[in-house]
């Protein structure tokens, strides 16, 4: 049974007649937006509430979205992006009663998303995939680029948001993540390089959660086909979308999880390293990719420093399934760090 506010909203999409055999699934796989996978009159779609926790202004999101794909359609790019399927009104979005902002996309046929790489040749594709995805914007006009999520990118702000949270937590707390603490002082050098190299690169349209789970694959043959989930597109440096990647795809435990054995995939590194200059070289300023070992422990040290910056303030930002949850996320980047340092 579909619920009362979901009906509405589909009738925003749909002509009534057309909703007499629509069918809804949840799609659970999503961290910030709620999902669901819509059959209409034998075609599928994707709709979702924008989380305006996260994101303050949707109609920044649904705007940037809507001119980059309006771009990528008019340069006719080799890759598969996400399609806004508009209302009937022919908005981009639906504002209901409650101020909830929704919005559909087209389905993307013959494809899935991965939890884990199933070869190596998956990243190295897919990291071309992200480097055909910032070559193909360069000379996109920035300007009509709005705010999506304010300071994600501050890192110094990280840092010194990480101080507070030290100076401020109670007691038992700072006892327990003292290990933490530690390991984030005796690596700050990797912050204070990057920023020092931050500021020499030129700022570019990036994706900015270049993580797995935004890649959809090919259901028969395995290869990424699509790189999704606009929701963050904004002004930066093109090595964090890098960082960000290897963030996800070279780590061989789950986000949350502590446990022996190695953590990092060196092999995955190399074949992802691989993919993105072949894809970028001549393409952009050499400083751009000359750095990319730096990005990758830089983006794996702030994510540390924000899961236990979060701990330390109470877990008032992520979701967490009980009070050390945070702990275990910080333990879990601080042994894929430690190793990053160790074989790059």
Known sequence: MISNQLNNVLKQYFDEELLVNVSVSIINSGLINDTYKIAVNNELFILQKINKKVFADPSNIQSNIHVITSFFEEKNVDFVYPLIFKSKSNNLYFIDQQMNYWRMFKYIPKAESLNKLGSTSQAYFAAKLVGDFHCSLLNFNTQLLLPSIEGFLNFKQRFIDFESAENNADSILL??????????????????NYLNVEKKLPLRVIHADTKIGNFLFNVKSGSPIALIDYDTLMLGPLIYDFGDMIRSFTNLKKEDEQS?????????YKHIKSGYIESVEGHVDEIEYNHLDLAAKAVVYVQCLRFLTDYLNGNVYYKVDDHNHNLRRAHNQMQLLTEMIEFI
């Open 175 to 192: 006892k327990k993540a003292n290990v933490y603490i530690q390991f984030i002082i005796e690596n700050e050098f990797i912050l204070s």
């Open 260 to 268: 022996k054995g190695s953590y990092f995939s060196l092999e995955t």
